[in-house]
């Protein structure tokens, strides 16, 4: 196995590792000793990729963005704002095929990171499509729908996979679709 599977495999380990503790107990609670038996490495190798536990968290949170990067890469933002249901299906469906551990870590992270994270990374994606800025009222416009948006739907995802309500996947999307595209419908008719 090259060196780069070798170090990529002890990464994913320790997320895991740190995932699967988060089941059971508060992330302040944790400590490196413990997160070192539960991945089955040692002191060095956790040194080798990580700073502190905090690093790990932040891994964790740069990973989600870069998988929803990924989910939308196939997508301008202007084309999402015609109709976001697509991907918001998805994100719906991976949510609930892992379930157990979407719910640790938006407890890991917690909805306020999520939301900050989800609305600059919102707000990049949003700022990225020249014609939908133009049509929002340009940047300053833009930037502030964005994160409106963003924290919205991150609310609503939250108290989704915390099972405040029940809603199937395609309840979910559509009904988060229709709330979007009727804000943004308004804005860009004005």
Not at 42 to 70: C, K, M, P, W
Not at 156 to 171: C, G, L, R, T
Request: hydrophobic share 40%; proline share 3%; aromatic share 10%.
């Amino acid at each position: 196995m090259s060196g780069s599977r070798i170090v990529e495999r002890s990464k994913k380990n320790i997320k895991d590792a740190l995932l699967e503790i988060m089941y059971e107990k508060e992330f302040s609670r944790i400590t490196v000793n413990e997160l070192l038996l539960k991945a089955g490495i040692s002191r060095g190798t956790f040194y080798a990729h990580f700073s502190n536990l905090e690093d790990v968290r932040q891994q964790l949170i740069d990973d989600l963005f870069v998988y929803a990067d990924s989910l939308c890469c196939d997508y301008k933002p202007s084309e999402l704002a015609h109709d976001p249901y697509p991907v918001l299906l998805q994100m719906a469906q991976i949510m609930t095929m892992s379930r157990d551990p979407a719910k640790r870590i938006v407890k890991f992270i917690n909805a306020y990171d999520i939301g900050t994270h989800l609305k600059t990374w919102l707000t990049k994606y949003i700022l990225s499509d020249e014609a939908l800025v133009t049509s929002l009222g340009g940047d300053d416009c833009a930037r502030i729908y964005a994160r409106f948006i963003s924290g919205g739907m991150m609310h609503a995802y939250n108290q989704w996979m915390s099972n405040d309500f029940e809603a199937e996947p395609e309840v979910m999307a559509r009904s988060l679709c229709n709330i979007l595209m009727g804000g943004l419908n308004a804005v860009m008719t004005e």
